[in-house]
């Protein structure tokens, strides 16, 4: 079956620090993969996505997201978290053999203290 | 920077009644979904859209749900006979045309359903 699996419900930083938001995909092919952040009342607004290329994609807000293909992982960073970037994030992937549709995880809310 | 726009923010329905959730999507783009997410779970794929028919569409999108695209800028979700499980935040998003299906999915702010 075709997953995405955001491991942490939680991630707790303090501002400055690096921040890490963990994603682990499950579908057959090549993936499309994709993060989204959710601000509270808000949609899903677009981040980043890896579709080939540099396995080091870089985003909107200073994030980026390695693409591992051996671990199928595709981890969201940014090397130092600001409490405006406390949000929802969400990792996605469309499979390679679908036309449209995206499949989401069950996402990570991120929390940055002052 | 360009929207897709969803209204109404919050609808509230008696169950059996129909609901029409509407959606116009950023101009230029030419694929259309929908999306929901129940109080607490995951965002989930209902349907897509493109030239004028659907070009996929999930388990959960049933003969209850239809979409149509019934000018150029409008893109409707249509629940002929809603049940207390379509309680839901339901998202509309749009994607450009491009190379294949890597263009991101642009999303509204969505529409929470309630259905008494």
């Known amino acids: 079956a075709q997953s995405v699996a955001q491991p942490e419900d939680q991630v707790n930083v303090a501002e400055g620090n690096p921040l890490t938001v963990k994603c682990t995909y499950s579908v057959s092919g090549n993936p499309y993969l994709f993060w989204y952040v959710q601000y509270p009342n808000r949609g899903l607004q677009f981040l980043l996505k890896?579709?080939?290329?540099?396995?080091l994609v870089k985003g909107s807000y200073g994030f980026e997201a390695e693409f591992n293909k051996s671990q199928t992982s595709f981890h969201l960073k940014k090397p130092s978290a600001l409490v405006s970037d406390s949000a929802l994030y969400f990792c996605?992937?469309?499979?390679?053999?679908?036309?449209?549709?995206?499949?989401f995880g069950s996402g990570t809310r991120l929390s940055i203290r002052p | 920077e360009p929207e897709v726009t969803q209204t109404p923010s919050h609808q509230v329905t008696q169950m059996g009644q129909e609901v029409i959730l509407r959606c116009v999507p950023i101009s230029n783009h030419l694929y259309f979904y929908w999306y929901r997410q129940i109080l607490g779970q995951k965002v989930e794929f209902l349907v897509s859209f493109y030239n004028n028919e659907i070009s996929e569409k999930s388990e959960i999108f049933d003969d209850q749900f239809s979409v149509e695209r019934p000018d150029g800028s409008n893109f409707t979700l249509k629940i002929r006979s809603t049940k207390l499980e379509d309680s839901a935040m339901y998202f509309c998003a749009s994607s450009a045309p491009g190379v294949g299906s890597n263009q991101p999915q642009h999303f509204g702010d969505g529409t929470r359903l309630s259905i008494l």
């Open positions: 890896y579709i080939t290329g540099d396995n």
């Open positions: 996605a992937v469309r499979p390679y053999s679908s036309a449209s549709k995206i499949i």
